[in-house]
């Protein structure tokens, strides 16, 4: 297993679409976190899976955005009627449960929206 | 809220010297982990380095450690011996310890942009 992985890297999309981003976290790990990153910003905490299921929303996770965990495994995220304001890089982390839990990031999708 | 400035927003140190980064938070918990995050141009952040509140010794790892004060709710990073392939954003970063039942996601800085000199 070499990492986190996200796909797509880039995606461009026009105001109004809607797009699902993807990611399959390290094999034993068994928490999922989603983060977005805007310019010049740190990453801000979305949301997180332990196994299946959804433990914690981030209030910057409006109705729009959706994500799923379906089988404890890779997870997607969901953002409906996107805007311009939803530009940004999207992180994807995984960890195993532990005192420490340290998280391992993926490479990011970036979300361009016209 | 938990919140993490980061106050420089871009630093520049001469290769095989030493920086300092600055990081400071807000919170009430008295149980809580601090980490810094490097994030090197276009490739996925790793962890560098992190620290548990209750310890008193400041962590080290090789040639990065912390000097983390805390009443003062400060964690600085000490980059020694500075290298090339240490350029990069470096994000600090906060979360409440497990046995708190507080919230699992990391609150980040806004980052400071390590520039090495040749």
């Known amino acids: ?29 068994n928490r999922l976190y989603w983060y977005r990153q805007t310019l010049g910003q740190g990453p801000e905490f979305l949301t997180y899976f332990q196994n299946e299921a959804q433990l914690e ?20 995220l969901e953002i409906q009627r ?33 | 809220a938990q919140t993490v400035t980061q106050s420089q927003p871009e630093m520049s140190v001469q290769e095989a010297e030493t920086v300092t980064l600055s990081c400071t938070y807000d919170t009430s918990e008295s149980d809580y982990y601090l980490f810094w995050y490097k994030q090197p141009p276009s490739r996925q952040m790793i962890l560098v380095i992190r620290q548990e509140a209750y310890k008193q010794q400041n962590a080290t790892e090789n040639r990065f450690s912390v000097n983390f004060q805390k009443a003062a709710k400060s964690f600085s990073l000490k980059i020694s011996d500075s290298q090339l392939g240490d350029a990069a954003m470096y994000f600090c970063a906060y979360r409440l310890s497990p046995w708190g039942g507080g919230a699992d996601g990391l609150t980040f800085g806004k980052g400071t942009h390590l520039i090495i000199q040749p």
Do not use: W
């Open chain 1, 1 to 29: 297993d070499t990492g986190v992985s996200q796909d797509p890297r880039h995606k461009i999309t026009k105001r109004g679409q809607n797009v699902t981003f993807r990611c399959d976290p390290i094999s034993e790990h």
């Open chain 1, 57 to 76: 929303k981030s209030r910057l996770l409006s109705d729009r955005f959706s994500a799923e965990r379906p089988k404890g495994s890779f997870s997607t």
């Open chain 1, 82 to 114: 996107t805007e311009q304001g939803d530009s940004a890089m999207y992180l994807c982390a995984s960890s195993f449960a532990t005192v420490y839990n340290e998280q391992f990031f993926g490479p990011g999708t970036r979300l361009t929206v016209l």
